[in-house]
């Protein structure tokens, strides 16, 4: 038995508005814990004197203990539930943030870092199919605010750490708490979703399965390069390409999470009016222009212009891939997602190595060339992979 993207039968609809507002809570503590880590970096650069390679190793171990267990966790919430695993692993989330001020020693935070990572990673799974469910009982889409709803987790967590007085445990200590309560009461407002039994799941049906996650996990990739190598390139494009003040190079991280939040929280009125495939098309496309203007015209004022519009079109990609993976036959969500998710993590993580390779052989301007035309192949193709989903 798979579970799908909906409940077997339609809820009540104060049941639905109160499954919505929950997994939007869910959605903003992710965006506040994991804001929050990155906020701690420069403490815990401090704390253990550590130089900027060694630090990256930290920064690593969250990722890899996403990447090393996703599959497992995809396999893990396929069997107790969503609503289960969220209450379980929003306990071992939280704990985790709480500890890592406390390490005493570099080594023991590196494996503890490897705990949140693995954490974070089950926790996003476990929320996105409760988001794929609540869609499916909804007349309208919500699966991109229920994305904005991270980022704006994501403003707060930060914001928060600039308060001041505020010592990095306190500002841990707050925040697993918030994650800690939010966690534990999604049991009487999540949607049930069925269990899944690996050992009744046709082969021939599973393989088709894979075939499909595989598909829509290899669009993710490469959408999620473009997104990442923009998080991480757009301010060092600013400065050395651009050649804006230095006052300015700032905004560039700006205008594109300006993008990527407006994106979001109109995606879905967006995917109600023109659909999900030509919302995917458009995205892709918007996002492709928005990098080809910074590349052909780099000037300050230009390439904001072209992060903002970068942005926006990027913003609703995830949700769609997510949503499509929710929906594949013949495999579980939350192991369908997970096998998605590893895709657009690891993308993440490789987009900015790329272009920094590119950039050292050909130029930053002409790195960003080929990252819109990657963008170009995700405005291309993506509809192919999400067709029969959406």
């Known amino acids: 038995m798979t579970s799908g993207s909906s409940s077997s039968s339609a809820a009540a609809p104060h049941r639905i508005r109160n499954a919505t507002r929950a997994t939007m809570a869910q959605f903003f503590v992710n965006g506040a814990t994991f804001a929050t880590w990155g906020v701690l970096i420069p403490s815990v650069k401090e704390r253990f004197a550590l130089s900027d390679a060694v630090l990256s190793l930290a920064m690593l171990a969250v990722a890899g203990g996403a990447l090393l267990t996703m599959g497992q966790s995809g396999k893990w919430i396929a069997r107790v539930g969503s609503a289960r695993a969220l209450r379980q692993v929003g306990i071992l989330y939280a704990a985790t943030l709480l500890l890592i001020p406390l390490a005493p020693q570099f080594w023991m935070l590196v494996l503890l870092l490897l705990v949140f990572g693995s954490a974070m990673a089950a926790f996003d799974v476990a929320m996105s199919v409760q988001a794929a469910l609540v869609e499916g009982q909804r007349t309208r889409p919500i699966m991109s605010t229920l994305h904005a709803m991270f980022s704006i987790g994501g403003i707060a967590g930060a914001a928060l750490g600039a308060v001041p007085g505020l010592s990095p445990l306190a500002h841990a200590a707050l925040v697993g708490v918030v994650t800690l309560a939010v966690s534990l009461s999604i049991g009487p407002f999540a949607l049930p979703d069925e269990v899944h039994d690996s050992a009744a799941t046709p082969h021939g049906a599973d393989k088709r399965a894979r075939r499909m996650v595989l598909v829509l996990g290899g669009i993710a990739f490469l959408a999620l390069m473009c997104?990442?190598?923009?998080?991480?390139?757009?301010?060092?494009?600013?400065?050395?390409?651009?050649?804006?003040?230095?006052?300015?190079?700032?905004?560039?991280?700006?205008?594109?999470?300006?993008?990527?939040?407006?994106?979001?929280?109109?995606?879905?009125?967006?995917?109600?009016?023109?659909?999900?495939?030509?919302?995917?098309?458009?995205?892709?496309a918007a996002g492709a222009a928005g990098?080809?203007?910074?590349?052909?015209?780099?000037?300050?004022?230009?390439?904001?212009?072209?992060?903002?519009?970068?942005?926006?079109?990027?913003?609703?990609?995830?949700?769609?891939?997510?949503?499509?993976?929710?929906?594949?036959?013949?495999?579980?969500?939350?192991?369908?997602?997970?096998?998605?998710?590893?895709f657009a993590y690891v993308g993440m993580l490789l987009g900015p190595v790329f272009i920094g390779g590119v950039a050292e052989h050909l130029g930053l301007r002409l790195s960003f060339v080929g990252v819109a035309l990657v963008m170009t192949v995700v405005a291309l193709f993506g509809g192919k992979a999400v067709r029969r989903f959406i």
């Open 291 to 342: 990098i080809a203007l910074a590349a052909a015209w780099p000037s300050p004022l230009a390439t904001l212009g072209g992060l903002l519009l970068s942005g926006l079109g990027i913003a609703n990609l995830m949700p769609i891939f997510f949503l499509a993976a929710a929906r594949v036959p013949g495999m579980a969500a939350a192991e369908s997602i997970a096998a998605v998710a590893r």
């Open 227 to 284: 997104e990442g190598g923009m998080y991480d390139w757009a301010a060092v494009y600013m400065r050395d390409v651009a050649q804006s003040p230095m006052a300015w190079v700032s905004y560039s991280y700006a205008a594109f999470s300006t993008g990527m939040a407006a994106g979001r929280l109109t995606g879905d009125r967006i995917r109600a009016r023109i659909g999900g495939l030509r919302t995917l098309a458009w995205s892709g």
